[in-house]
């Protein structure tokens, strides 16, 4: 067996795997980051993530700090605005529509969209030129041994690395968080999420639009231009079995149910992409630390797509671990350093899963009376200028 030793072992090379990779080498630690599945990093080939990520300002100014967002921005279309309809009427038709603009709290936009697949891509290409982090495709975790001085992780070429911090981005059924019997609380929905991308006739003007009826949310986010034409990618959450059955229409059929599922705000939608299903569930893990391991992303928390929230909270874990890092290197991965990484982020990780949780069973809402309650409380909160504005704050992360 090969023995190999770097400050950090990373499970995990998605997007939240592979920006824990930069942050961390960018910042001197050397880095080894290890995925079982190599990344898909073409539009139309098999297997590419069709999901966008939304970076939200923190989000974006940690990768700025990093190097990376250059790299990024030319291939980013900006969120300056972000629309809530409720179309819960006894017909699919806009009844409210509230617009929260992100110039009544900053002189920026909310946040930046990007494809996942261009995400892995760019960031790929960032790592090539990183000297001290060697991302290893093809390659997985076998198991994890650790002593109160370091962590001896096997993985599936039957090399042995050791480290002094291992980190958990390996998604919601990570290898790690299982080798360390880390246990997890997890919400079923009975919800799936249809992912594809749209061209449509009408700018989004950098609006992302969420439309609310029942069975979940259908979201336009903006995307730059796509053959010329406006475009945009959508999450389209319903309850397990129709997400089946739309999957499933010709291409026609399917057009037709989400135009009338979209309201026409932005014309008639056409599909310019595959149709991609993912499952969604709301998940905590009860520590966020082992014996010199470390859990962040899906690893740590797992939330339905509203808000943008998902990868923002995966990269305010990360700029918590990589601040204790650098405020102690010595102690890198040391239980003191762990206990206080599991303190910052825990209560916050469990506010926002559970306001996600919320705002998911409110989206869900088949009852006319409760889909008539919901529309009014779209409208109070909107009326209130002060709670309106600390909605936005809380959900970019920002203290008011």
């Known amino acids: 067996m090969t023995d190999t030793q770097c400050d950090i072992l990373i499970a995990g090379g998605g997007v939240a795997g592979l920006t824990a990779a930069i942050l961390f080498g960018n910042a001197g630690f050397s880095v080894i980051c290890v995925d079982p599945t190599a990344p898909v990093t073409t539009r139309n080939a098999q297997g590419s993530d069709l999901r966008t990520t939304a970076f939200l300002q923190p989000a974006q100014q940690t990768l700025a700090a990093a190097g990376l967002w250059n790299r990024l921005a030319p291939f980013a279309a900006d969120l300056q605005i972000m629309r809530i309809v409720d179309a819960g009427g006894a017909d699919p038709e806009p009844r409210v529509i509230k617009e929260f603009n992100a110039s009544d709290i900053s002189d920026q936009p909310f946040g930046w969209n990007l494809p996942n697949w261009l995400l892995r891509r760019e960031m790929l290409n960032h790592i090539d030129g990183l000297n001290n982090v060697d991302f290893r495709p093809g390659v997985g975790v076998s198991t994890l041994f650790t ?45 799936k999420a249809l992912a594809f991308t749209v061209t449509h006739p009408m700018p989004h003007e950098q609006v992302s639009t969420e439309i609310h009826r029942s069975g979940g949310p259908f979201t336009l986010v903006p995307l730059p231009d796509y053959e010329r034409q406006p475009c945009s990618a959508i999450v389209w959450m319903e309850d397990g079995g129709e997400v089946q059955r739309l999957a499933a229409l010709p291409e026609a059929d399917f057009e037709a149910a989400m135009n009338e599922r979209s309201c026409l705000l932005y014309g008639p939608l056409k599909l310019v992409s595959r149709r991609t299903v993912w499952p969604i569930i709301s998940q905590q893990a009860e520590s966020l630390y082992g014996e010199r391991l470390a859990l962040l992303a899906e690893a740590a928390h797992v939330v339905p797509p509203i808000g943008a929230q998902g990868l923002n909270m995966s990269l305010a874990d990360m700029r918590a671990l990589l601040d204790l890092a650098q405020a102690a290197t010595d102690r890198l991965g040391d239980a003191q350093m762990l206990e206080e990484y599991h303190r910052q982020r825990h209560t916050d990780i469990a506010t926002r899963v559970a306001g996600i949780d919320l705002l998911n069973r409110a989206s869900q809402i088949r009852a006319q009376p409760l889909r008539d309650l919901r529309a009014a409380g779209l409208n109070a909160i909107y009326g209130m200028a002060p709670v309106r504005k600390a909605l936005m704050q809380m959900g970019l992360g920002m203290r008011g």
């Open 147 to 191: 002593r109160t001085s370091e962590a001896r992780v096997t993985l599936t070429d039957n090399t042995r690395v050791r480290c002094r911090l291992a980190i958990a981005a390996d998604g919601r059924n990570s290898t790690l968080r299982q080798a360390a019997r880390i246990d997890v609380k997890t919400t079923r929905y009975g919800q």
